[in-house]
C-alpha cells in the first residue's frame, strides 16, 4: 500500500520511470513506428527522459501520444492527481485539486478531465455473457430547484447504467429515457444471452425479450428483492454513489462533460476490488492513444 509520500509522487524522475515502466516494460518503443531499436539520450544536452528511434530517427519522451503530452505541470503531480481521483470513491472536485497541488483552479480542472479521459474505455466488449446477469437502471441526476435550499440548479440529467454483477458497470447519458434509448444501450452493450434484471418499467417488458431471461421487481409496490436473486439492487447501490459524488463532492455536472465525469464513476466501481494503486496503474495504462486539449475541452462548455 503507498501513501502520497511515495516517490513517484514527490519526484518526477521517479515518475518518469513508473510511467515508462508501465507503459512498456523493460523495453521503450518508439511512439511513431513502433521499433524496440531505441537510444537514450542523456547529458546535459537532453531534457530527463528523452529517447530517439534509431529506424525512423524521431525523438520522444513516455508523455508523447498521451493525454500527458505538451503539459507543464510536473509528472509527479499529474500522477499523484490520477492516484487521488481513482482513490477517491465519490470523485475529488478540481478545487481540491488545486489547493492540494498548488496550482491554478482552470489547470486543475483540465487535469482532472485528461485523467478522466484515460479512465475511458474506447473499445469496450459486451457486458455479461451466458450464466451471467446485468442489471439496468434509469435516475436523474440534479433536480429542481425548488427541492434544494439555494442557489442556481442545473436542469436533471438522465442517466442509463447497466451494471453486471460481480463486474463492470457503463453509464449513459441520454436525452429521455424510454423504450428506443434504453433499448439501444442494452442491445449494444450487453451479451444476448446475458440475464436481465430490471424493475417494472413498462419498456423492459419487450426489451427483456430479446435477453436469455428477464426478472423484474416492483418498487413501487415496495418490492426490492424476489427469490432466485431477481433484483435490481446492485445498479441501485451504483446511483446511491453517483448520486452523493453529485451532491457532496462536485455539485454540478454540464452536459458537454457529463460523459467523462459517469466515465470516471463507472471506472471506479468496475475496479471495486483491487487496491487503489492497483486502480491507479489501470488509468495510467490508459493514457497511451488519447489526446484532450484545452481549446477542445473548454469549447464544449461554452
Known amino acids: 500500500m503507498d501513501d502520497i509520500l511515495a516517490p513517484r509522487f514527490i519526484d518526477p ?33 537532453h531534457r530527463d ?12 519522451t513516455v508523455t508523447v501520444g498521451t493525454v500527458f503530452e505538451r503539459s507543464k505541470i510536473p509528472l509527479n503531480k499529474w500522477l499523484l492527481a490520477n492516484h487521488l481521483l481513482c482513490a477517491s ?8 485539486i488545486q489547493r492540494m497541488l498548488g496550482v491554478t483552479y482552470k489547470t486543475a480542472w483540465f487535469m482532472m478531465h485528461r485523467i478522466r479521459e484515460a479512465m475511458t474505455d474506447h473499445n469496450p466488449g459486451p457486458l455479461g ?8 437502471d434509469e435516475a436523474y441526476i440534479g433536480g429542481a430547484k425548488r427541492k434544494r435550499l439555494s442557489g442556481d440548479v442545473a436542469p436533471k440529467k438522465k442517466v442509463v447504467t447497466l451494471v453486471e454483477r460481480d463486474g463492470r458497470a457503463r453509464s449513459f447519458h441520454v436525452a429521455n429515457i424510454h423504450h428506443g434509448n434504453v433499448r439501444a444501450a442494452l442491445v449494444t452493450n450487453v451479451d444476448r444471452a446475458s440475464t436481465l434484471m430490471t424493475d417494472e418499467a413498462r419498456f423492459y417488458w419487450s426489451i427483456g425479450k430479446e435477453f436469455a431471461g428477464h426478472g423484474r421487481v416492483l418498487h413501487a409496490g415496495l418490492q426490492f428483492a424476489k427469490k432466485g436473486g431477481i433484483h435490481a439492487n446492485t445498479a441501485e447501490n451504483f446511483f446511491s454513489i453517483l ?48 489526446r484532450l486539449t484545452y481549446r477542445r475541452t473548454s469549447s464544449l462548455a461554452a
Not at 518518469?16 to 531499436?37: F, I, M, N, Q, Y
Not at 455473457?129 to 439496468?136: I, Q
Not at 454540478?252 to 471506479?268: G, K, N, P, T, V
Open 13 to 45: 524522475v521517479a515518475a518518469r520511470k513508473h510511467l515508462e515502466a508501465l507503459r512498456w516494460g523493460d523495453t521503450p518503443e518508439c511512439v511513431h513506428c513502433g521499433s524496440a531499436d531505441v537510444t537514450r539520450l542523456e547529458g546535459k544536452k
Open 89 to 96: 470513491k465519490k470523485g475529488m472536485s478540481a478545487a481540491q
Open 243 to 290: 448520486k452523493r459524488g453529485v451532491i457532496g463532492t462536485y455539485h454540478h455536472w454540464s452536459a458537454a462533460h457529463l460523459h467523462r465525469y459517469l466515465a470516471e464513476f463507472d471506472f471506479r466501481y468496475s475496479t471495486k476490488d483491487i487496491s487503489d494503486r492497483e486502480r491507479a496503474d489501470i488509468a495510467l495504462k490508459g493514457i497511451a492513444g488519447k
Open 49 to 60: 527522459g528523452l529517447l530517439q528511434c534509431n529506424k525512423c530517427r524521431e525523438q520522444f
Open 129 to 136: 455473457g451466458p450464466g451471467k446477469v446485468v442489471e439496468s
